[in-house]
């Protein structure tokens, strides 16, 4: 069985400070990891998957098999980046996702 | 933009009744889910549903519930005898495809069991 785990449920930072949300993972296959943004009163919405390898609105977040691990990182947050960021895993081949509990992330001014 | 929508909005229900959530998928999308987030839980997953059947389903999603697309348009989740502990938000999501591809979800119901 698959799991996703984000150990931190509230990150606060200052605005233009650096970012690092943690996502683990534990899943015998070969999963695709995703990253979920929910902004106060919207939807679930996808930040960015694993295997586009982009960056969407200063994030990035690789994929490190090794440490069976999937951060977030942005180097300077901003107010807008407020929200809850969800962490989710899919098994190859699968439809489910699997989702972390979340973090809340504040940036203060 | 396309989006998913769901309708009722908040739903409160008593213990013992039967709810009907319904779900307006993307146009084009082929394949549909419903979620769940009990309050201060994670989302999880029920079922994903696919070519007018049930592709894969988690343990949560018993006999009290059951999927249905009526009509061209809309996807519903039937939970026929509820209880309190299905007290949650329900989620919504479609995909044009499976595997690889994208899941959109809606905005979500809340429902409160009573």
């Known amino acids: 069985a698959q799991r996703v785990t984000q150990p931190e449920k509230l990150l606060s930072v200052f605005k233009g400070a650096p970012v690092e949300l943690k996502c683990n993972y534990s899943?015998?296959?070969?999963?695709?990891l995703f990253w979920y943004v929910q902004y106060s009163r919207q939807r679930l919405q996808l930040l960015l998957r694993h295997i586009s390898r982009e960056s969407i609105k200063g994030f990035t977040a690789d994929l490190n098999k090794g440490e069976t691990s999937f951060h977030l990182k942005k180097p300077f947050a901003q107010e807008e980046d407020s929200a809850m960021y969800y962490c989710a895993l899919r098994p190859g081949g699968g439809n489910k996702l699997t989702f972390g509990t979340g973090t809340q992330l504040k940036v203060e001014l | 933009e396309p989006e998913v929508t769901q309708t009722p909005s908040h739903q409160v229900t008593q213990m013992g009744q039967e709810v009907i959530l319904r779900c307006v998928p993307i146009s084009n999308h082929l394949y549909f889910y419903w979620y769940r987030q009990i309050l201060g839980q994670k989302v999880e997953f029920l079922v994903s549903f696919y070519n007018n059947e049930i592709s894969e389903k988690s343990e949560i999603f018993d006999d009290q519930f059951s999927v249905e697309r009526p009509d061209g348009s809309n996807f519903t989740l039937k939970i026929r005898s509820t209880k309190l502990e299905d007290s949650a938000m329900y989620f919504c999501?479609?995909?044009?495809?499976?595997?690889?591809?994208?899941?959109?979800f809606g905005p979500g119901t809340r429902l409160t069991v009573l």
């Open positions: 999501a479609s995909s044009e495809s499976g595997g690889a591809d994208t899941q959109y």
């Open positions: 899943y015998s296959g070969s999963p695709e």
